[in-house]
């Protein structure tokens, strides 16, 4: 039960935003380990490749030696047996080439085994960077639901309340939802952008060696091959911030962006057809209605295609005077939609924002029939410029 005794909001509000900044300080402060790991751990991978060259090279150095230490100590073998038929300089040459011999080949044996020991070594530092990498990650995960969680709309408790257990099943998926999203995202860049810097870090080294080994003309090629991973790396960066925020929509608006995602959407996904049409005159509206409607289509037709396993989409908006109606209609395997309340997260989240700006929202859906979904957005005279 609540108390009756006034609270002082504004000391709690200090309380609470200086708990936030320090967990928010603590996961940059994980990031920063976890990300200058990654670095300590792509340079130790290059050293190693280094070190297993050596080894090998040694290993054959050692099989050289061995070969000619043999051939030695047999010549030293003949010339003290029959030490009457050699000279006083041939038995010494003799025995100086096989003690030189032996020498080197201690000398080789001994740097395989360091070498060795200086592989396994970074073996082992490999596994402890990879196994706090991984750690740092989940730390991070853990704290950006925390954070999530506290920031959420935790000042609107009376209104939630009205609706508890709703609202916390619905914020729980939400944030399980972002923190998936942010995973997949930064697993998208460090397999992506990442790795391919990194692979310009190493090609730029060799570069210098091919420039010194192989001169000018092969440096430069290398330099060619250079410029096209610089050139993937930054096709693949654009790519990752347009499917965060498309920032043609402030500039363009609704229409020019949407054609623009859904005309990329079919260059990543070959095997679907999308057409898009707008009739009548496009209205450019507020940041906030932009967005919600790009999210609306974004979310229906990835749907389409990622649950629906569609070919076909059309997305069809209609601009009229007083509302706007957009469908979005796909050929792919339907569902029932008397039957999708444990995996009805994404049209749970359409609808949520759906409500926000005082539309509705229609699914026509059946099993092995695709999907229809119908929006219906009124304009409302202070949502329009």
């Known amino acids: 039960m609540l108390s009756n005794e006034k ?17 928010t300080n603590s996961k940059n402060d ?15 991978k290059l050293e190693l490749e280094l070190v297993k060259q050596k080894i090998a090279i040694t290993i054959n150095e050692c099989d050289l030696l061995e070969q000619k230490t043999k051939i030695a100590k047999n010549r030293l073998v003949e010339v003290s047996k029959y030490f009457d038929k050699y000279s006083e300089e041939q038995v010494r040459e003799a025995y100086e080439n096989a003690n030189e011999l032996q020498i080197k080949l201690s000398l080789t044996r001994a740097n395989e085994k360091q070498l060795r020991e200086k592989r396994d070594d970074i073996e082992r530092r490999l596994r402890e960077l990879n196994d706090t990498i991984e750690r740092a990650e989940h730390i991070v995960n853990q704290v950006n639901v925390v954070v999530n969680y506290l920031t ?40 992506g952008p990442a790795q391919m810097m990194a692979n310009v870090l190493m090609r730029s080294d060799l570069i210098e060696r091919t420039y010194r080994d192989r ?20 096709s693949e960066v654009r790519r990752i911030i347009y499917d965060l925020r498309p920032m043609a929509l402030d500039d363009l608006g609704i229409i020019p962006t949407l054609r ?16 898009f049409q707008s009739n009548n005159s496009e209205t450019r509206l507020p940041s906030d209605y932009e967005v919600s409607i790009f999210r609306l289509v ?80 009124p304009l409302q005279e202070h949502a329009m410029n």
Do not use: C
Request: glycine content about 6%; aromatic content about 6%; proline content about 1%.
């Open 298 to 377: 974004q979310e229906s037709v990835n749907n389409a295609i990622k649950h629906g396993e569609a070919s076909e989409i059309s997305v069809k908006i209609e601009w009229l005077k007083k509302h706007i109606n957009i469908n979005v209609k796909d050929n792919g395997s339907g569902f029932d939609i008397n039957n999708v309340k444990e995996k009805s997260f994404g049209l749970v989240g359409m609808k949520e924002r759906i409500d926000l700006l005082k539309g509705t929202m229609d699914i026509n859906s059946n099993p092995g029939q695709g999907t229809l979904i119908m929006f219906k957005i």
């Open 7 to 23: 609270i002082d909001i504004a000391s709690l509000d200090v309380i609470f935003n200086r708990m936030i900044d320090t967990i």
């Open 260 to 275: 623009k995602y859904l005309s990329t959407l079919m260059e990543y996904n070959p095997r679907v057809q999308i057409k």
């Open 152 to 191: 959420s709309d935790l000042k609107n408790v009376g209104k939630a309340l009205e609706k508890a257990k709703m609202k916390q099943e619905f914020g729980i998926k939400i944030i399980a939802s972002q923190e998936k999203e942010r995973k997949r995202i930064s697993r998208e860049i460090h397999d």
């Open 215 to 234: 001169g000018v003309e092969a440096a430069i090629k290398e330099i060619r091959d250079l410029k096209v991973t610089v050139r993937e790396a930054l």
């Open 30 to 44: 994980i990031f920063i380990i976890s990300e200058q790991s990654r670095r300590n751990f792509e340079q130790l």
